[in-house]
């Protein structure tokens, strides 16, 4: 060791000769050594990673004692520009460091550990035997320049230290350490390393029930970033003086004296970013006294907790006070099924930079916060069905009453949504399985709000509309108008049979679609019913390919067409591809205008006969792209359509017959 004074970088891979110990440092052949020279400092080490070493139980094993070198200050202190410690996959060590070693390592920034199924603590509840305190040799804070504290996978942590939790316990009173902790001092009393980091990551500690000790959560004002995940045993995020009830393991009180007020209250002034996902048994994330300390909270994520009933708890001593969260704009609320609200007291709160919310799966969610809520900034609540208008603000539970319909037997909205059909704005809906249609018949008229629908990979679904008889109408036929949807885009829907049908109850119209594209959709036979096609007076894009049973896009109905011409006054691009069954784009006898249509790309449509049967006027179109190439439009499309599958069946002929020769 003594040969490696200087020594700046150590990194140990899987190395069989290193033992129980890393640095032992007070072997029989130090003490040797320290007669007749100074004890090894390791003044320059700053980084040290160790991976796979199975034998080791000790990253130190030390008096540290006999390390402190009183020179003229400042002193010098064992590993005291050490930077990075990084442990992975070293399956005995029970703990990192001592209580008493945290105090040397000044300008440690990052602690990474990972796989070490048999790590207990990160701190240890006590010094190195035969080691005094180091109080009188060292007054600073622990961890000045902490910025990175990263615990994963670790299924034997049960707390990231003891914080000297029953340190001088016998010595301290409630109001010496009262004093001590107002003055932000912690030295000799109770301290955690969680209260250091700007970033706490922990992932997969599946023994540990809290994170932050009670007596450091008002001491969190350098975190910045919070991620807890997979921590099924977690009960508090930060814990609070009565779970604790400020007793050690032993059942003695570790402060004598009567509970300490506001000692706990927590202090997250520059914390931006919490994200919590598989803590079952998290019931709440923050207190309400919590809340005015949040001025820097830009991001809260919290997904798959089945335990949690509201985001902030209510406290026994209540207040009429208002919340705001100056700066939080992105808020994820995911398959929480216990859920009841964010806040159920009945505090105001104010939103000003909120603008992007999700929430989805949370069945039992009837309120957003019991008093109001101003989101000024926030234009949708997004959910797995799609994006609704706060029209209600958060105080959705208005319109609650209507989050489920029924169609069919289907439940069409997925439970957890706390919206109703009057504020769809999207339908955005990938992977999923909402039944057999999208919206039932008695949602059709209250849908004055739906702008886009988009559709990717739905089993089961077989009709976007559900199309029939209204209840109180009479049997005469019902116009219904889908007034402000403009984007349609439906892809990989395999059981999809119909977007939208009319029948002789209803029609549907869609006076402001713009663009309609489907893909690979391949039970669908038909876009449009002719009863409809009028209505699309906006349309100007609509693309259809890989659709194996598609035969038309517009399906002429049983009863007799009006007379007049059918015509696409915005229809500029027509691209239908890969589709084998297509035979026209009508084949009834029905005319139709295409004014403005410029791009037309017809490709692997073998079956085709006609464009249409009727006449069609198409005074912009130039080109055809087909799968021969570019065909130009000298008359109208049908006969060139004609002319080209004579030259084709012609040139399949010949080649059959010259081949035979």
């Not at 927590?266 to 919590?276: A, C, D, G, Y």
């Not at 969260?325 to 104010?350: A, S, T, V």
């Not at 509309?465 to 439906?490: C, D, H, M, W, Y």
């Amino acid at each position: 060791m003594h040969t490696c004074h200087h020594l700046q970088w150590l990194d140990l891979s899987g190395d069989e000769r290193v033992g129980e110990v890393v640095f032992e440092m007070d072997s029989p052949s130090s003490r040797q050594l320290a007669t007749i020279q100074p004890p090894l400092l390791l003044l320059y080490l700053q980084s040290i990673s160790l991976f796979e070493l199975h034998k080791m139980s000790h990253v130190w094993m030390c008096n540290w004692n006999k390390f402190l070198i009183r020179h003229h200050p400042p002193l010098q202190f064992p590993f005291q520009n050490l930077t990075h410690i990084s442990l992975d996959s070293c399956y005995n060590i029970k703990n990192l460091f001592s209580p008493l070693m945290a105090k040397y390592l000044s300008n440690l920034k990052s602690v990474h550990i990972s796989r070490c199924n048999g790590l207990e603590e990160v701190i240890s509840r006590r010094d190195d035997e035969n080691t005094t305190s180091a109080s009188s040799y060292q007054d600073t804070a622990y961890f000045p320049h902490l910025d990175t504290l990263e615990l994963q996978y670790l299924p034997c942590l049960k707390s990231v230290d003891d914080g000297g939790r029953t340190c001088r316990s016998d010595k301290l009173s409630s109001n010496m350490f009262h004093d001590e902790f107002q003055s932000g001092q912690v030295i000799g009393a109770c301290w955690s390393l969680c209260q250091y980091p700007k970033t706490i990551s922990i992932w997969s500690c599946e023994a540990l029930s809290s994170l932050i000790p009670w007596y450091a959560v008002g001491q969190m004002k350098r975190l910045q970033e919070l991620e807890i995940h997979y921590s099924s045993r977690m009960r508090e995020v930060f814990e609070s003086e009565s779970s604790s009830n400020n007793v050690d393991e032993g059942g003695a009180r570790v402060f004598g004296g009567p509970p300490l007020k506001n000692v706990g209250l927590p202090q997250l002034s520059n914390l931006k970013k919490v994200s919590i996902a598989g803590c079952d048994l998290l019931s709440y994330i923050f207190t309400f006294s919590t809340l005015e300390s949040l001025k820097q909270l830009k991001e809260l994520i919290v997904s798959r907790c089945n335990a949690i009933q509201v985001i902030v708890k209510e406290e026994k001593e209540t207040s009429s006070k208002g919340v705001v969260f100056p700066r939080l704009g992105i808020l994820e609320l995911e398959d929480l099924p216990k859920l009841k609200g964010f806040f159920l007291g009945m505090n105001h709160f104010r939103w000003p930079s909120l603008v992007i919310v999700k929430i989805n799966e949370c069945p039992e969610l009837m309120m957003f916060t019991s008093g109001q809520s101003t989101t000024p900034k926030l234009k949708y609540i997004e959910t797995s069905f799609g994006k609704y208008s706060p029209e209600c603000g958060f105080n959705f539970h208005e319109t609650i009453s209507q989050t489920t319909f029924l169609a069919s037997s289907e439940p069409t909205i997925s439970k957890g949504v706390p919206c109703s059909f009057h504020n769809l704005i999207e339908i955005n809906i990938e992977w999923s399985n909402v039944g057999k249609t999208i919206v039932p018949c008695n949602a059709l008229l209250q849908l004055e709000k739906l702008q886009q629908i988009t559709i990717y990979e739905c089993a089961g679904l077989e009709e976007v509309f559900e199309v029939g008889a209204l209840e109180g109408t009479n049997k005469s036929q019902t116009l219904v108008q889908i007034p402000n949807l403009r984007q349609v885009k439906l892809a990989n829907v395999g059981d999809l049979k119909y977007l939208w049908k009319s029948n002789q109850w209803m029609v549907l119209e869609f006076p402001n679609l713009i663009t309609l594209s489907i893909d690979k959709c391949n039970r669908l036979e038909h876009v449009f019913t002719c009863s409809m096609v009028n209505s699309l007076v906006q349309l100007q894009d609509l693309s259809i390919g890989r659709c194996k049973n598609m035969e038309v896009i517009v399906k002429v109905e049983e009863e007799k067409c009006d007379a007049k011409v059918n015509e696409l006054p915005c229809l500029k691009s027509l691209k239908l591809g890969e589709l084998p069954s297509f035979k026209g784009f009508c084949l009834g006898k029905e005319a139709f205008s295409l004014p403005k249509l410029k791009t037309l790309q017809i490709k692997e449509c073998r079956a085709i006969t006609a464009f249409t049967k009727g006449h069609v006027s198409t005074p912009e179109l130039k080109v055809i792209d087909t799968s021969f190439g570019f065909c130009y439009v000298k008359t109208e499309i049908n006969s060139l359509l004609k002319t080209k599958r004579e030259e084709v069946l012609l040139f399949l002929s010949l080649m059959i017959l010259e081949k035979a020769q």
